[in-house]
């Protein structure tokens, strides 16, 4: 992908040209991205208080009776969003690691692989997390580890 940007005081807002051969899979994404506001903050609860936590600081995502939790390395705290919505929201940030959990792919310290093919994730909070083998390779992909 080429990517050129010209700056020019004619412009009063932004422009974005995209010139493909064909609409495909890339191009389709591409406009997704540029279409997705930027949000670093997502609401969390604890008791009766709603905080505001920085999606950086969020480790895990999951599933548990029934209701969404945020891990972070201090405390956890309740969602009222869905787990595949928040996948959405932080396509980027997070990977889907088995069928209840998101991790943030920031906070992966290392993989262990199993010689019976399980592999765990290592966090850097010292959270050991199993990964599914349906997740493993898109995983590795959004890291840009392993073969395509």
Same mark, same amino acid.
């Not at 051969?21 to 997502?42: A, G, R, W, Y």
């Not at 201090?74 to 969003?81: D, I, L, M, P």
């Not at 787990?83 to 992966?108: A, G, P, W, Y």
């Not at 966090?123 to 590795?140: A, E, F, I, P, Q």
């Given at each position: 992908?080429?990517? #050129? /940007?010209?700056?020019?005081?004619?412009? +009063? $807002? @932004?422009?974005?040209?995209?010139? !493909?051969?064909?609409?495909?899979?890339? =191009?389709?994404?591409?406009?997704?991205?540029?279409?997705?506001?930027?949000? #670093? /903050?997502?609401?969390?609860?604890?008791? +009766? $208080? @709603?905080?505001?936590?920085?999606? !950086?600081?969020?480790?895990?995502?999951? =599933?548990?009776?029934?209701?969404?939790?945020?891990?972070?390395?201090?405390?956890?705290?309740?969602?009222?969003?869905?787990?595949? $919505? @928040?996948?959405?929201?932080?396509?980027?940030?997070?990977?889907?690691?088995?069928?209840?959990?998101?991790?943030?792919?920031?906070?992966?310290?290392?993989?262990?692989?199993?010689?019976?093919?399980?592999?765990?994730? @290592?966090?850097?909070?010292?959270?050991?997390?199993?990964?599914?083998?349906?997740?493993?390779?898109?995983?590795?992909?959004?890291?840009?580890?392993?073969?395509?």
């Amino acid at each position: 992908m080429k990517v #050129n /940007v010209t700056l020019d005081d004619k412009y +009063q $807002e @932004i422009e974005v040209h995209i010139n !493909a051969h064909s609409f495909d899979e890339e =191009v389709e994404q591409l406009m997704k991205q540029l279409k997705t506001p930027v949000t #670093n /903050v997502i609401d969390g609860y604890v008791d +009766q $208080e @709603i905080r505001m936590l920085k999606v !950086a600081e969020i480790y895990t995502v999951y =599933v548990e009776a029934g209701k969404v939790y945020f891990q972070t390395d201090e405390e956890e705290y309740q969602s009222k969003k869905k787990l595949f $919505e @928040i996948e959405r929201m932080f396509d980027k940030q997070f990977s889907r690691v088995n069928k209840s959990m998101l991790v943030n792919v920031d906070h992966i310290r290392s993989f262990q692989l199993d010689l019976l093919g399980s592999t765990e994730l @290592i966090l850097h909070n010292g959270t050991t997390v199993h990964v599914s083998r349906k997740y493993l390779k898109d995983l590795k992909n959004k890291l840009g580890i392993g073969r395509e």
